[in-house]
């Protein structure tokens, strides 16, 4: 299975932008994807996840209201498109595929990770 994320890069704050990532090597619909984000000497954390039909969606606090997850299964990618922008959004974003089809919080629940994409936002 591989991951490819792009689109992240510098945007100020009160910006946007749109990551997106495409996967390859099984069966995209049958699995919920994610974005988690981590940032200098802190946990990677749970940002967005929608399950394998894009129907149910769940979001961090953090980020609810700002952020948007969605997906194209005929195209086998996830986008997390990212509105007013604030400075503590700055980390490094790692799109991820899930074990099952539902969409959790749980780290533990995805079993492979893209390579990360950089967003900075300045203030």
């Known amino acids: 299975v591989q991951l490819q994320a792009s689109g992240g890069g510098l945007a100020q704050a009160g910006g946007s932008l749109r990551l997106s990532c495409e996967a390859s090597?099984?069966?995209?619909?049958?699995?919920?994807m994610a974005w988690f984000r981590q940032s200098p000497g802190k946990e990677r954390e749970f940002v967005a996840g929608v399950n394998w039909s894009g129907h149910n969606t769940y979001y961090a606090d953090s980020v609810k209201g700002r952020f948007t997850i969605s997906r194209d299964n005929a195209k086998n990618t996830v986008w997390l498109q990212m509105n007013t922008l604030k400075p503590e959004d700055t980390a490094v974003y790692y799109c991820?595929?899930?074990?099952?089809?539902?969409?959790?919080?749980?780290?533990?629940?995805?079993?492979?990770w893209g390579q990360g994409t950089q967003v900075t936002v300045s203030s």
């Open positions: 090597g099984r069966t995209f619909s049958n699995h919920a």
């Open positions: 991820a595929t899930g074990i099952g089809g539902d969409a959790v919080t749980i780290r533990q629940s995805y079993d492979h």
